[in-house]
């Protein structure tokens, strides 16, 4: 197993956010804004999140994009929005195709959580505010999965919303202080969410695309 694998165990099977309840396993809904698998960075880590809760035998929906190679785990099930014909290549990043697949992303998922329970959400970059509602109107619980400050990358990709700067970051200090958990890519990330006050916050550094299984 490699390092990144054995931080994703340790973290899934002790952090008491990814404790088993009552019942044998957990109903995880996770939510994955990009195209799912890819071999880079977030799809990886994604990946190996559910290497880890199918091996402990927890239920897990994933809702993603159209894009990407299928993958198979035991007690895994990937649910996808529909392939638009004039979105194709998403890269990483805001950008209006995602904004548009987020949307029907939250369509699939209003649809999901209709008609099975879940214990927990896991959410991804901007499907953070997917599990924000979520929390706010059926009490589940969830996860921000946590790559970058999506205030900052919308900013340094589009200076002229610099005005905006602390709007951003009031609705992003909102999805970080709601979250049972922030799990951040790096430390530095981890000291910046401080100043929203998070009730708790753990680090897995990226995914080496160099080992990434």
Known sequence: MSLASENYLRL???SAFYKKRDSNRMNVLMLAPHPFYQNR????????VLKVLSKRGDQV???????????????VNIYRIPRLPFIRKIRPGFSWKKIICDIFMFFKVIHLVA????????AGEEAVFIGLFLKVFLKIPYVYDMDSSLAQQMVEKYPNLKFLVLLLEFFEGIAV?????????CDALAVDVQKYKPRNVVV????????PN
């Open 12 to 14: 899934h099977n002790g």
């Open 115 to 122: 008609t099975k329970h879940y214990d927990l959400v896991h």
């Open 204 to 211: 897995i550094p990226d995914i080496s695309l160099l080992n």
């Open 61 to 75: 929906d994933v809702v993603t994009y159209p894009e990407g190679q299928d993958i198979h785990y035991e007690n």
């Open 41 to 48: 960075g977030t799809p990886i880590a994604v990946n190996l």
């Open 177 to 185: 202080k709601n979250a049972k958990v922030v799990v951040a890519v």
